[in-house]
């Protein structure tokens, strides 16, 4: 069993589901809503995205950061205590039992570390292909826009909402060969419709096969971000024109980035430091340099 599968049995990651959720073909002259906010690159040719979980890379090397001491020190006073009192099978037992308690905080930090900070998708419409890194050998492949199967994938659930995510299937006959990921995880309430979760295919359909109808985001995010566009990442901010709305949720923000400091600090650390993939030479000259993870 390698870390990944022991992280996913003890709960650490995410087990996720791709249930056969089409998404419907966006109708003529229906308003393309606005630009999404997980869009690192974008000019008139191609338009490069993240996969859905690269605002959450970090998330259990922070954990490890908040966590670990906490155990190990808790642990450590008792251990102490139990020496002093002579209870020697006490103070052995409750070392083991705090490496049994963190050792999947460590494991996977150092998976989280060993791995790519971000899996860059790139859509082109002078070449009408999509350009990923597989998720089976995380290799750099590219594939006609047209032959991709698109569809909202089942990610996961809380107590009030349910995660969902766009991928890109390359299909064998009714096999699914590959798989790929790209913009944001998106939170729908399980009784809600689900157009919602459409509104970003239509934003990447419009770029790819009506020119003028698309519309260019005013900020991009980055994939070496600083302390503040690690928050920015982690916690997403609500600017609305209501002045009110705004106020409230700077507020909700700021409180939120004092509760999840531990989580911005691991999406910084591995997003700054941490590994990047490269696209080979053929996708580059297809592409640009533009494509180029520096």
């Keep these: 069993m390698n870390i990944e599968k ?3 049995v003890t709960g650490m990651i995410k087990k996720g589901e791709y249930p056969d959720i089409e998404i419907p073909v966006i109708k ?6 606005s630009p999404p906010q997980s869009i690192f690159y974008i000019d008139k040719s191609h338009m490069i995205l993240g996969d859905t979980d690269f605002r959450e890379r970090g998330r259990l090397l922070g954990a490890s950061f ?3 001491p906490v155990i190990v020190t808790l642990c450590s006073i008792f ?4 020496f002093s009192a002579q209870a020697y099978f006490y103070a052995i037992f409750q070392i083991f039992f705090a490496i049994f308690v963190f050792h999947p905080f460590i494991l996977g930090a150092w998976f989280e570390v060993k791995k790519d900070s971000v899996y860059p998708v790139v859509f082109n419409r002078e070449t009408s292909k999509v350009y990923f890194f597989s998720n089976k050998d995380y290799q750099p492949k590219e594939m006609a826009w047209q032959d991709c199967l698109y569809a909202v ?5 809380s107590i009030t909402a349910c995660q969902y995510e766009l991928r890109g ?3 064998d006959d009714f096999r699914v060969e590959d798989s790929f990921s790209f913009g944001d995880t998106i939170l729908e309430m399980r009784e809600a419709p689900k157009n919602e979760v459409f509104y970003l295919f239509y934003y990447i359909q419009s770029f790819m096969e009506y020119d003028d109808e698309f519309e260019i985001p005013p900020t991009l995010m980055s994939w070496r971000p600083s302390l503040a566009e690690s928050a920015r990442h982690t916690i997403p901010r609500l600017i609305t024109d209501n002045s009110t709305i705004n106020f409230l949720s700077t507020v909700f923000y700021r409180s939120m980035c004092v509760f999840f400091s531990w989580q911005i600090l ?3 650390l591995i997003c700054r430091y941490g590994k990047i993939p490269q696209w080979s030479q053929e996708i580059i000259d297809e592409c640009g340099e533009d494509i180029i993870l520096k």
């Design 6 to 8: 022991y992280l996913r």
């Design 79 to 82: 251990a102490y205590f139990m």
């Design 153 to 157: 994938a089942y990610k996961g659930r």
């Design 66 to 68: 908040l966590y670990v």
């Design 28 to 33: 003529k002259g229906e308003r393309i809503k």
């Design 169 to 171: 299937f390359l299909m």
């Design 266 to 268: 691991g999406h910084y």
